[in-house]
């Protein structure tokens, strides 16, 4: 009996197998054994590996690091999963950028991945449930704890959710020469925000310009210092939906200190670029120049150290403020890459697992760019790398770049108000007031303000 019953399994086994087999004459494994390298399932139930298609629009520029190591990962990843297609569109305008996304997404054709910031326009269509939570994608891969903090943290919204891969690691400097702080007496870097005003009337008593101003990203910075030192991030945060008014007594002492540093600002800012700005400061023009570790490649020698010359400093502190200290200052990850949640596909997954697991390398040693991660062997590195990846794990609490926390309208605004601001054709008053009468007008399109 036991021999018969051996047999029978057996011939039935054999039936299923054939019958497995009839469909497209190949052989067909389980979906769940069909895996690609990274180990993700990456198979539609037939035997053959799923085919991938994805449609990214970007607000990255071709010449983009970041976007290279992408590109450079998904040719990589295509070598062994022939059925797979990555289709870049690079709009490097950011107005022309975000209102082609706006278009696309009131026709309900957003691309499969897109660049978006954690503003209220991306947010409404987080809570349409549109896109994959990244939380969730991360926790699924099983790689959360690979990144720097500030990379999960960064893109985080209000209620904490995060919806965004990042890909750089980025820490803001002031960056100064040595030579023009030591000709206008200048014998150590301000560690205040009083003492950042006195170096700059030093050297413009010195017939030094002060700051090499031009790059609006930068420049919509310097009004957030004061408000930061004195009350963190819950400025922005309370401000831009109206629960707390510009016109209060932090918005007053922001503007108030903010068109105070303008006036040293470099002749012409307000129709000047990124570019004039670099120019400037590495032709001597100015002694200080504000901007982050994205801009490094120009600052540094064939070594990957600081130009002969060349010093930096983090934000100073506030004698007035201690809301936040020394060790919270501007640190971020650039715009960040959504996917639309219909698009998440096992394929996807196993795409995505790819590039993460390659990423930090390609970034840092092909691309000479702080990835969102820590590179394997950082002890290589040259000293100025090996100290920005140091400030991107101490940072302690980020500051906020307001023009991203704003809703769009208010953030046009802003950069209006402010450039009225800095070149005295307003008061740090008035600014308040138009700032507070545009969060009337615009917030409510984007804010529940009822909260």
């Given at each position: 009996m036991k021999k018969k019953l051996v047999m029978l399994l057996t011939s039935l086994a054999t039936c299923a197998a054939l019958m497995a087999g009839c469909g497209g004459g190949e052989e067909t494994a389980p979906a769940e054994q069909t895996q690609s390298e990274s180990g993700s399932t990456a198979d539609n139930g037939s035997g053959k590996e799923e085919p991938l298609v994805i449609n990214y629009i970007s607000a990255r520029g071709e010449t983009d690091a970041a976007l290279k190591a992408v590109k450079k990962l998904a040719e990589d990843y295509k070598k062994e999963h022939?059925?797979?297609?990555?289709?870049?569109?690079?709009?490097?305008?950011?107005?022309?950028?975000?209102?082609?996304?706006?278009?696309?997404?009131?026709?309900?054709?957003?691309?499969?991945?897109?660049?978006?910031?954690?503003?209220?326009?991306?947010?409404?269509?987080?809570?349409?449930?549109?896109?994959?939570?990244?939380?969730?994608?991360?926790?699924e891969l099983g790689i959360s704890d690979r990144f720097f903090d500030i990379a999960l943290d960064y893109p985080r919204f209000s209620d904490g959710s995060n919806y965004l891969m990042t890909w750089q690691g980025n820490v803001e400097y002031f960056w100064y020469h040595t030579d023009m702080f030591e000709q206008a007496g200048i014998t150590a870097a301000p560690k205040t925000l009083d003492e950042?005003?006195?170096?700059?009337?030093?050297?413009q008593d010195a017939g030094i310009t002060p700051i090499a101003a031009g790059n609006y990203d930068m420049i919509m910075r310097y009004p957030a210092f004061k408000a930061f030192r004195l009350e963190g991030n819950d400025f922005i945060d309370n401000a831009r939906m109206g629960k707390e008014k510009f016109s209060s007594d932090t918005g007053i002492k922001t503007a108030e200190y903010a068109q105070k540093i303008?006036?040293?600002?470099?002749?012409?800012?307000?129709?000047?670029?990124?570019?004039?700005?670099?120019?400037?400061?590495?032709?001597?023009?100015?002694?200080?120049?504000?901007?982050?570790?994205?801009?490094t490649p120009d600052l540094v020698d064939e070594n990957g150290e600081l130009k002969e010359g060349i010093s930096t400093f983090k934000?100073?502190?506030?004698?007035?403020?201690?809301?936040?200290?020394?060790?919270?200052?501007?640190?971020?990850c650039g715009i960040g890459t959504a996917v639309l949640k219909e698009s998440m596909t096992p394929a996807m997954k196993d795409f995505i697992a790819y590039i993460w697991d390659n990423y930090a390398d390609t970034a840092m040693y092909e691309f000479n760019m702080l990835p969102s991660m820590m590179p394997s062997n950082p002890e290589q590195l040259p000293g100025l790398t090996q100290q920005i990846l140091s400030d991107l794990e101490a940072c302690g609490t980020f500051a906020q770049c307001w023009d991203v926390r704003l809703d769009p309208s208010t953030n046009e605004v802003y950069r209006k108000e402010l450039a009225s601001l800095g070149m005295m054709e307003s008061t740090p008053e008035e600014f308040c007031e138009n700032m507070d009468k545009?969060?009337?007008?615009?917030?409510?399109?984007?804010?529940?303000t009822a909260e």
């Open positions: 022939p059925n797979f297609e990555f289709n870049v569109e690079s709009v490097a305008d950011r107005a022309t950028y975000l209102q082609k996304i706006k278009i696309l997404a009131s026709s309900n054709e957003l691309p499969d991945w897109f660049d978006a910031d954690p503003e209220a326009f991306f947010e409404g269509l987080c809570r349409k449930d549109l896109i994959y939570s990244v939380d969730e994608l991360y926790e950042l005003l006195e170096a700059c009337r030093k050297l303008m006036q040293y600002y470099s002749e012409g800012w307000t129709n000047s670029d990124a570019t004039a700005q670099m120019d400037l400061f590495l032709n001597n023009g100015a002694a200080i120049l504000y901007t982050g570790t994205w801009d934000l100073p502190v506030d004698v007035e403020g201690t809301a936040t200290g020394e060790n919270d200052y501007y640190a971020n545009a969060v009337a007008q615009y917030a409510a399109d984007y804010f529940d």
